[in-house]
């Protein structure tokens, strides 16, 4: 049945639609009152490791302050973001908002800093990457359904949570993976996801780090996307107060992201003319993006975010603090299984067992990837401070 918000004769022909899905891994039958990618939604949200995502690292952690974003609130103003360029775009809004809400599943606590810990522990048993995880999760580790493993979700909102993906990876992913070995592009929705992630976490980060005092107005007054609405903003509203500022500028660089990638994005649509979703798979090049101009901007204030926020002394000191917590995490679950929890002693022994020391790591690694920050905190001093309850 397909999605009662928005009939398919009413998308654009090269759109996804629910009659040209390649369908999921295991066989359903359809559902009775929603469409295949509404469902794909229902079960993202309804997972667990979505509902992690409310404790997980953004830039800051979770303990540091209660409005900063986290996971899970950085991956609906993603998908509120493509949610709204999908419907100005006339391709499909449900599924751009499925590929939105899951492309984070993945991600270690702790955010980037989690992450590259994770993938030094891993370096010897294939590394780690959040994207791969991700789909991982999605396929494999989510435990809900009596006939299969994961959420079974299908092949168009799949492609879409794998973002990039090495040649090495790829060939062992099946059809999923291989657009990478063929250098083909995902959907427009997929795309749109991937654009909308940036423009969420720029912005947002913006905001974030005003509020935690880390970056000032000042410093931004360098970054000409920024800068340029700001000045309208307070000569359009003398005496405003800094937070309303703040928030006015924020939506209105949004909004100018957004109006460009609409305006190119479609310009782009028109020039190369598909009639269908293959049309867009088949380019080698995606149809989504800014314009040159905006584009430098965008890498302008991407670098700005890179240099005085990410690399501010205050964040390196927690990153310092979350790659300890990761590494050692790892270091004794994999001179020890035993210390793990029940249920995840018995896959790694298991695992060991039958496929060697590589299969054990992935067990740890998906143990922790799994864990949101203030558990991972909870666990390393379980584990490392004799006072501690275990």
Same mark, same amino acid.
């Given at each position: ?20 899905? @390649? ?8 559902? +009775? ?12 949200? /309804? ?26 609130? /950085? ?12 419907? *100005? ?17 993945? /991600? ?40 299969? /493993? ?19 990876? *790829? ?95 479609? *310009?782009?649509? *028109? ?9 867009? @798979?088949?380019?080698? @090049? ?10 430098? +901007? ?36 994999? +001179? ?55």
């Amino acid at each position: 049945m397909q999605s009662v918000s928005r009939q398919p004769e009413s998308l654009a022909p090269y759109a996804s639609t629910e009659a040209s899905s @390649r369908g999921r891994r295991f066989p359903e039958d359809p559902p +009775e009152h929603r469409g295949e990618y509404q469902r794909d939604r229902d079960r993202i949200i /309804h997972s667990n490791a979505f509902r992690r995502l409310v404790y997980k690292t953004q830039v800051f952690v979770n303990h540091e302050g209660d409005l900063y974003r986290t996971r899970v609130t /950085h991956s609906m103003e993603v998908a509120q973001i493509a949610r709204s360029i999908a419907r *100005a775009l006339n391709i499909n809004e449900t599924l751009t908002e499925a590929i939105s809400l899951a492309h984070d599943l993945g /991600h270690t606590p702790f955010g980037h800093a989690g992450q590259d810990a994770l993938n030094a522990s891993m370096k010897r048993y294939g590394g780690f990457e959040h994207n791969l995880q991700s789909l991982r999760v999605v396929d494999e580790l989510e435990d809900r359904y009596a006939a299969f /493993h994961g959420l079974n979700l299908t092949f168009e909102c799949r492609e879409g949570i794998l973002k990039h993906c090495a040649l090495k990876n *790829a060939r062992q992913l099946g059809d999923v993976g291989r657009r990478f070995i063929e250098r083909k592009q995902p959907s427009l929705e997929a795309q749109l996801a991937n654009v909308a992630d940036e423009i969420a976490y720029n912005n947002h980060d913006v905001d974030d780090g005003l509020r935690a005092g880390l970056i000032t107005l000042d410093d931004l007054s360098e970054v000409a996307v920024f800068d340029r609405q700001y000045r309208q903003v307070i000569t359009l509203y003398p005496g405003i107060t800094a937070r309303k500022a703040i928030h006015e500028t924020t939506r209105r660089v949004i909004n100018f992201v957004v109006s460009d990638l609409i305006r190119t994005t479609s *310009a782009n649509i *028109a020039k190369a003319r598909p009639r269908s979703v293959d049309d867009i @798979r088949d380019r080698a @090049r995606p149809l989504v993006g800014f314009s040159t101009g905006v584009r430098k +901007e965008e890498q302008e204030l991407k670098r700005f975010l890179n240099e005085r926020l990410y690399r501010h002394y205050k964040v390196l000191r927690m990153n310092a603090k979350a790659r300890r917590i990761v590494s050692q995490l790892f270091e004794a679950f994999m +001179e020890d299984y035993r210390l793990l929890p029940p249920e995840h002693q018995e896959v790694a022994q298991r695992v060991e067992r039958t496929q060697g020391a590589s299969a054990k790591a992935r067990a740890v690694a998906d143990y922790i990837a799994g864990m949101t920050d203030r558990y991972a905190i909870l666990e390393h001093q379980r584990l490392f401070d004799p006072a501690e309850r275990t």
